[in-house]
């Protein structure tokens, strides 16, 4: 993509998606995350009433006074996007490509974070880490992680989510908000999804196309996989093919809304030809 055009479309996207963030989702993402996270701000004398559970003993034994610790909540968090650029992304039978939506919802939560004067960074990945761009403030720099969001090439066409989530557990040294933004095309990642969901607060958006979901009767197709290139010959006018086909992509489906709810993960399923702003609004309103 030329300099000149990728500029066109980050602004593009950097007005539409803002005008989204301040009419629909920044009173909601305010409510939703702020006081999640407390911090240190001083000792001070013993009240009758006060949590014995804060009293700071060292000070105590210091002063031959009880002290207790005051917290305040941190009004500054930092958010974390975990963007799944792996080649299954790329399928899209509508207007728009996963990987379409997948920017354009990024662009929307960056754009609420930074209007709320929080921290916002980036991990985009496939089934390695392709890039990180740490927490931090400001437009310009969520402009440069919309400009990645639209130029980045990933090296690597599979999906390892695992790897993802013990990246993010690694850099983040304080309790964040971490949205995992991918199709979820990947095995055996439970336990570092849980694992990852209690050292942080873990949001995940399913990005799904329709085409994917139930399969159509289109005679003889060669389908290809976007992430191995295997290459398959399949009979779609068999209604036997198409009826295994289907309760595949529902048994797949079902066990992964069960592991999300198991782990105390909030979700919520995306799909390239409707609009985002009512399930992502419902996000937000839901609570944690």
Same mark, same amino acid.
């Given at each position: 993509?030329?300099?000149?055009?990728?500029?066109?479309? +980050?602004?593009? !996207?950097?007005?539409?998606?803002k005008?989204?963030?301040?009419?629909?989702?920044?009173?909601?993402?305010?409510?939703k995350?702020?006081? /999640?996270?407390m911090?240190?701000?001083?000792?001070?004398?013993y009240?009758?009433?006060?949590?014995? /559970?804060?009293?700071n003993w060292?000070?105590?034994?210091?002063?031959?006074?009880?002290?207790?610790?005051?917290f305040?909540?941190?009004?500054?968090?930092?958010?974390?996007?975990? +963007?799944?650029?792996?080649s299954?992304?790329?399928?899209?039978s509508?207007?728009?490509?996963?990987?379409?939506?997948?920017?354009?919802?990024?662009?929307?939560?960056?754009?609420?974070?930074?209007?709320n004067?929080d921290k916002?960074?980036?991990?985009?990945f496939?089934?390695?880490?392709?890039?990180?761009?740490?927490?931090?403030?400001?437009?310009?720099?969520?402009?440069?992680? !919309?400009?990645?969001?639209v130029?980045?090439?990933p090296?690597?066409?599979?999906t390892?989510?695992?790897?993802?989530?013990?990246?993010?557990? /690694?850099?983040l040294?304080?309790?964040?908000?971490?949205?995992?933004?991918?199709?979820?095309?990947?095995?055996?990642?439970?336990?570092?999804?849980?694992?990852?969901?209690?050292?942080?607060?873990?949001?995940?958006?399913?990005?799904?196309?329709k085409?994917?979901?139930q399969?159509?009767?289109?005679?003889?197709?060669?389908?290809?996989?976007?992430?191995?290139?295997?290459?398959?010959?399949?009979?779609t006018?068999?209604?036997?093919?198409?009826?295994?086909?289907?309760?595949?992509?529902?048994?797949r489906?079902?066990?992964?809304?069960?592991?999300?709810?198991?782990?105390?993960i909030?979700?919520?399923? !995306?799909?390239?030809?409707?609009?985002y702003i009512?399930?992502?609004t419902?996000?937000?309103? /839901?609570?944690?």
């Amino acid at each position: 993509m030329e300099t000149k055009e990728l500029l066109k479309k +980050v602004r593009a !996207i950097e007005i539409r998606t803002k005008q989204i963030s301040m009419q629909m989702f920044s009173g909601n993402y305010h409510s939703k995350f702020k006081g /999640r996270g407390m911090s240190f701000r001083e000792n001070r004398e013993y009240y009758s009433g006060d949590d014995i /559970r804060s009293i700071n003993w060292n000070v105590t034994a210091k002063m031959n006074t009880p002290y207790t610790k005051v917290f305040e909540e941190e009004r500054e968090l930092n958010a974390l996007l975990l +963007v799944d650029i792996s080649s299954s992304n790329l399928i899209g039978s509508g207007k728009q490509t996963k990987r379409d939506l997948i920017t354009e919802i990024s662009a929307v939560l960056s754009m609420s974070a930074i209007q709320n004067k929080d921290k916002i960074g980036v991990l985009f990945f496939s089934d390695v880490i392709e890039k990180y761009i740490p927490p931090a403030g400001g437009k310009s720099h969520v402009l440069k992680i !919309i400009r990645d969001l639209v130029h980045l090439s990933p090296v690597s066409k599979k999906t390892d989510i695992n790897q993802a989530l013990i990246y993010a557990n /690694r850099m983040l040294k304080k309790r964040s908000i971490i949205f995992l933004i991918s199709d979820f095309k990947a095995d055996n990642y439970s336990d570092n999804l849980k694992r990852t969901n209690l050292k942080h607060s873990l949001t995940a958006i399913q990005i799904i196309d329709k085409r994917e979901t139930q399969m159509s009767d289109l005679g003889l197709v060669q389908l290809k996989d976007a992430e191995s290139g295997k290459l398959k010959w399949v009979n779609t006018s068999s209604s036997l093919t198409r009826k295994k086909y289907n309760s595949l992509m529902t048994e797949r489906q079902d066990g992964l809304e069960k592991m999300f709810l198991k782990n105390g993960i909030n979700t919520t399923q !995306i799909y390239t030809d409707l609009p985002y702003i009512r399930p992502l609004t419902a996000l937000f309103q /839901r609570g944690k």
